[in-house]
Each structure stands twice: as structure tokens, then as C-alpha cells.
């Protein structure tokens, strides 16, 4: 079956501190890859995404790429801030015919001044 | 504005007692879906919709139940057979089987005790 490995939390970093956040998946096919983001208190909003081998997808200084031959795709920025603390969620979809997303457990990042 | 709406935001009941979810959307979208977040356990997919007056079963589906009468609006009833209701309820939409994101609600926070 699909599954989505994250690495677990909390992450806590000071600001301006280099992010990584690790994400291994299990799929068959050729699945596409999600980054979203959840504040506190509040529902989750796509961060990035990235549909093919060797894509990157990027928003807001955050970059992830999709790797294939390691079946990761792990969610960098290089500087933090304060208000990217939230509950980061990997999360794969099978394929084009497919509606059902698969979600890591997600990973806490807080960052302090 | 476009967006997703679930109602309230923070929800009480008592055991035994069935409760009905609230989720409309203006984004005119075709797909929906909710979802359960527990702490530490990522999303799990409870039920999804593909279009009005059809819907499929997600992964923990049981003493759940939902209905599509309109394009807007899926909501969710959580029965008295559900074993351990308390949780975030969040709610989600996509255009259809060839879009890639869903986009989500604020989430409503059911408290059973």
C-alpha cells in the first residue's frame, strides 16, 4: 500500500537557522507530492507541490524535490522566521485517477526569535 | 471570497448523541472530502464525494455518515456507533480527478463526553 514517513517532531530551530524537514514514501505507480502546512487552531493550506521525477516545487522560500531513486522528498528553507512555525504534512496522491491523499503524521517546527 | 467553510469551529456533545458536521463551498468545486486528525496521527480519510448524490468510503469510515444532495455542501454525521468521536474534523475540496490539490476548511474540534 501507499505510505508517507516523516521525520518526527518537534523541531525547534532559532530563527534564521537552515530547515530541513525528511520525507520517504512508499508507492506504487508514479505518484505526485505534497507539502501543506497547518497553523495553529487552524485547517491545512498546500505549501508546494511536485507531480514528477525530478521536479522541484517551491513557495515562500521553501523548496522540496522530488527524488525517485530515494523516494523522498524532503522540504528545505534556508532562513527561517517566526512565523513559519506550524505543523508541516508530506503527503502523496497515487496517480491522476486517484482522489485519496496519503498524509505523513507531520512534523511541529518552532522557531525562536 | 472563494473558500471552504466548516460550522462551528468547536462542537459538544454528550455520548449517545448523533452530530451533523457542517461543510459548504463557493469554489465550485466537484470533489469532497473529510477528514479526522488525531495528535500525532496525520489526517485519515473518512469519506469522499466525486460528485452530487454519490460518495465512497475512506479508511475509517465506520459510524460515520455523510450525504451530497447539493454541489456545495457534504456534511458529515458522526453516530453513536463512532467509538471515539472527539477529534478535528476537517473538510476538503478539489475540482476533480484531474486536479491535484485539495484545498481545505478551518475545521470544526467535536468534544464527546
Redesign the interface.
Known amino acids: 500500500g501507499n505510505s ?1 514517513t516523516q521525520m518526527e517532531g518537534p523541531v525547534t530551530l532559532s530563527e534564521e537557522a537552515f530547515l530541513t524537514i525528511n520525507c520517504t514514501y512508499t508507492a506504487t505507480g508514479y505518484p ?1 507530492l ?1 507539502w ?1 502546512v497547518q497553523y495553529p ?6 505549501l508546494l ?1 511536485a ?1 514528477k521525477a525530478d521536479d522541484k516545487g517551491s513557495n515562500k522560500g521553501f523548496e522540496a524535490t522530488y527524488r525517485k531513486e530515494t523516494t523522498s522528498f524532503h522540504l528545505e528553507k534556508g532562513s527561517v522566521q517566526v512565523s513559519d512555525s506550524a505543523v508541516y ?1 508530506c503527503a502523496l ?1 497515487p496517480g ?2 486517484s ?3 496519503t ?4 512534523t511541529k517546527l518552532s522557531v525562536i526569535p | 471570497d472563494g473558500g471552504i467553510t466548516q460550522s462551528p469551529k468547536y462542537l459538544f456533545r454528550k455520548e449517545g448523541q448523533n452530530v451533523t458536521l457542517s461543510c459548504e463551498q463557493n469554489l465550485n468545486h466537484d470533489a469532497m472530502y473529510w477528514y479526522r486528525q488525531d495528535p500525532g496521527q496525520g489526517l485519515r480519510l473518512i469519506y469522499y464525494s466525486q460528485i452530487v448524490n454519490d460518495f465512497q468510503k475512506g479508511d475509517i469510515a465506520e459510524g460515520y455518515s455523510v450525504s451530497r444532495e447539493k454541489k456545495e455542501s457534504f456534511p458529515l454525521t458522526v453516530t453513536s456507533a463512532q467509538k471515539n468521536p472527539t477529534a478535528f474534523y476537517l473538510c476538503a475540496s478539489s475540482l476533480g480527478q484531474a486536479a491535484y490539490e485539495q484545498y481545505f476548511g478551518p475545521g470544526t474540534r467535536l468534544t464527546v463526553t
Open positions: 508517507v505526485s505534497f501543506y487552531g487552524e485547517g491545512l493550506q498546500l507541490k507531480t504534512f496522491k491522476a485517477g482522489y485519496q491523499l498524509f505523513g503524521k507531520g
